[in-house]
């Protein structure tokens, strides 16, 4: 699988941070950064190519660099409304175009709270245009009594969405109660 991970705002880019953490290895990871992400220092080391959002040329503007999925996380109300009115300005901006026009996942984690009508009627139309407008919500099924395991629970759900095998949470399994993660690569303690 072939990924893109597009980090724009800047409140929640630990979690777009966190996301590319725990995906394996076996996934193609392209990171895409707005100029509000600046977390270049935390991917360093990562095997995630990372393509900068002046690059408004660079292989993910272009359906036929083959990206899978494509995330934006946290996703700004602006990346939001300009992703919903076709603006592809930005490389983050265009490779969402890519992702609608290709018709493949495109996942968006808005980050605003409490969410603007505007808001609002950009994720129902995107969401009508197949697109998973997946904010960053706890389930508190999943019995987390830390921060960092409430992040690995979203991230999973992100996963799950997007079709990437993990064991980052407790899945439900009905009367007979929870199953225990594993330990996956890339979790740490």
Known sequence: ?????????????ELGAKFLRYLPETIEVHVILSDNARIVERLEGSSAIVHQNEQIGAGPASGSFGIDATAVIPCSMNTLAKIACGIGDTL?????????????????????MPFSPV???NMLKLSRLGVIIAPPV????????????????????????????HELYRRWTGETGRTEPSKSPGMKE
């Open 92 to 112: 983050v901006t265009r490779a969402a175009a890519v992702a609608l026009k290709e018709r493949k996942p495109l996942l968006l984690a808005p980050r605003e």
């Open 119 to 121: 808001a609002l009627e």
């Open 138 to 165: 706890p389930g508190y099924y999943s019995d987390h009594d830390t921060l960092e395991a409430m992040e690995r629970f979203i991230i999973g759900k992100w996963y799950d969405l997007l079709g990437i095998e």
């Open 1 to 13: 699988m072939k990924l893109l991970l597009c980090i724009s705002g800047a409140s929640g880019v």
